[in-house]
T-cell receptor, first 109, second 118 residues
Framework: GQNIDQPTEMTATEGAIVQINCTYQTSGFNGLFWYQQHAGEAPTFLSYNVLDGLEEKGRFSSFLSRSKGYSYLLLKELQMKDSASYLCAVMDSNYQLIWGAGTKLIIKP | NAGVTQTPKFRVLKTGQSMTLLCAQDMNHEYMYWYRQDPGMGLRLIHYSVGEGTTAKGEVPDGYNVSRLKKQNFLLGLESAAPSQTSVYFC?????????????????FGPGTRLTVT
């Protein structure tokens, strides 16, 4: 079966760095996405990786290792507005997204 | 550009009632999707469409029907609502995935419909 695993909840301090991990087992691979979802709102796109390595976009970076079925999202200089759920999703061989349950990130002052 | 819009935002139904959720997008996207989101679970695909006049089943299609008569609209119907269909429903749209250019196309989501079935 297809499976995406990520921690349920993480806590970090304002100004610090946090890494959210995602491991996956899917039927085929056409890229991995990270989305941010604030409580009561829609998911919004953060990043996309299809090749191994690190993609940096401002305070956010995303890493992929296809051989290990592993990705992480790195958030630097955390701000209170980063308190949200972070969703990992893999595009399978049918070009459909398989979603993890999300990681709720709590930022403390 | 409004992006992706959904109506209604909230709805309470009694078991056995029917309703239609409307999704509209103004980005000329070919692909449209209906997901449900439940606590502790990832988004699950109900039905999707790869173009006007087409629909296909996703992971959890039972109890739902869809129609895509116009490119910009994607309707989700519940013929006889059940308490198990209590959920938050999200519509999304995208250009054809795996296409040219960057090789990916992100999905754009509507604000969601919170449905309670009693």
């Amino acid at each position: 079966g297809q499976n995406i695993d990520q921690p349920t909840e993480m806590t970090a301090t304002e100004g610090a760095i946090v890494q959210i991990n995602c491991t996956y087992q899917t039927s085929g691979f056409n890229g991995l996405f990270w989305y941010q979802q604030h409580a009561g709102e829609a998911p919004t796109f953060l990043s996309y990786n299809v090749l191994d390595g690190l993609e940096e976009k401002g305070r956010f970076s995303s890493f992929l290792s296809r051989s290990k079925g592993y990705s992480y999202l790195l958030l630097k200089e955390l701000q209170m507005k980063d308190s949200a759920s972070y969703l990992c999703a893999v595009m399978d061989s049918n070009y459909q997204l398989i979603w993890g349950a999300g990681t709720k990130l709590i930022i403390k002052p | 550009n409004a992006g992706v819009t959904q109506t209604p935002k909230f709805r309470v139904l009694k078991t056995g009632q029917s309703m239609t959720l409307l999704c509209a997008q103004d980005m000329n996207h070919e692909y449209m999707y209906w997901y449900r989101q439940d606590p502790g679970m990832g988004l699950r695909l109900i039905h999707y469409s790869v173009g006007e006049g087409t629909t296909a089943k996703g992971e959890v299609p039972d109890g739902y029907n869809v129609s895509r008569l116009k490119k910009q609209n994607f309707l989700l119907g519940l013929e006889s609502a059940a308490p198990s269909q209590t959920s938050v429903y999200f519509c999304a749209s995208s250009s054809a995935p795996g296409g040219e250019g960057d090789g990916f196309d992100e999905q754009y989501f509507g604000p969601g419909t919170r449905l309670t079935v009693t």
